[in-house]
């Protein structure tokens, strides 16, 4: 079992740019979350997905997106990046039924924005 | 104020030691405690989950949680050199919809040979 595996590992962007980070859950999981963890700082919740639907989002606004399909796998998107976008975005997997509480998480995607 | 406050450090201790890490949260809806472990460069791993209130052990580590106090301990015996990383305490609020977790800021935690 491969785990949770995310993608790319490093992004370097450009202001006002966009980006995609994808994530593959663990074997088993239905349940995508995503984190922004930034430097010396817990991660901060940004959305979860289930069934294809964002069931619930943190307070992040709206340039930031996500999608999960059919495979379970899901993407994170983010528009207009600013240079306070630069952190580390982990990806967290897990089954509906153990409520988020035996989540495993991907290795993250750090991302830089100049 | 934050929902879960934890102590940043950084704490370095000799290898052996009892190791105490601990955080508070003024949220009483959280009914659901984690304790993850992060190495450098790399995502949270989960080392233990409590409900709600009491005790539970796991090898060489112990979660305490005491809801009366809104408190939670992880403590960490005959504490090995790699053990250091640092470690994040996440909750999670009871109630339908309700699974996202709320992190702690992280405790670097250094075990010196």
């Known amino acids: 079992d491969a785990g949770v595996t995310q993608s790319p590992t490093h992004l370097i962007k450009t202001r006002g740019q966009q980006v995609t980070l994808r994530c593959s859950p663990k074997s088993g999981h239905d349940t995508v979350s995503w984190y922004q963890q930034a430097l010396g700082q817990g991660p901060q919740f940004i959305f979860q997905?289930?069934?294809?639907?964002?069931?619930q989002r943190g307070n992040f606004p709206d340039r930031f997106s996500g999608h999960q399909f059919p495979n379970y796998s899901s993407e994170l998107n983010v528009n207009a990046l600013l240079l306070g976008d630069s952190a580390l975005y982990l990806c967290?997997?897990?089954?509906?039924?153990?409520?988020?509480?035996?989540?495993?998480f991907g290795q993250g995607t750090r991302l830089t924005v100049v | 104020q934050k929902e879960v406050e934890q102590d940043p450090g950084p704490l370095s201790v000799p290898e052996g030691a009892i190791v105490s890490l601990n955080c508070t949260y003024s949220?009483?809806?959280?009914?659901?405690f984690m304790w993850y472990r992060q190495y450098s460069r790399k995502g949270p791993e989960l080392l233990m989950y409590?409900?709600?209130?009491g005790n539970k052990e796991d090898g060489r580590f112990t979660a305490q949680v005491d809801k009366s106090s809104k408190y939670i301990s992880l403590f960490i015996r005959d504490s090995q050199p790699s053990d250091s990383a640092t470690y994040l305490c996440a909750m999670i609020a009871a109630g339908q919809g309700a699974q996202k977790l709320v992190f702690g800021q992280g405790t670097r935690l250094t075990i010196n040979p």
């Open positions: 997905y289930y069934e294809e639907e964002e069931r």
């Open positions: 967290a997997s897990s089954r509906r039924e153990t409520m988020n509480t035996e989540a495993f």
């Open positions: 409590t409900y709600s209130s």
């Open positions: 949220n009483s809806a959280f009914q659901y």
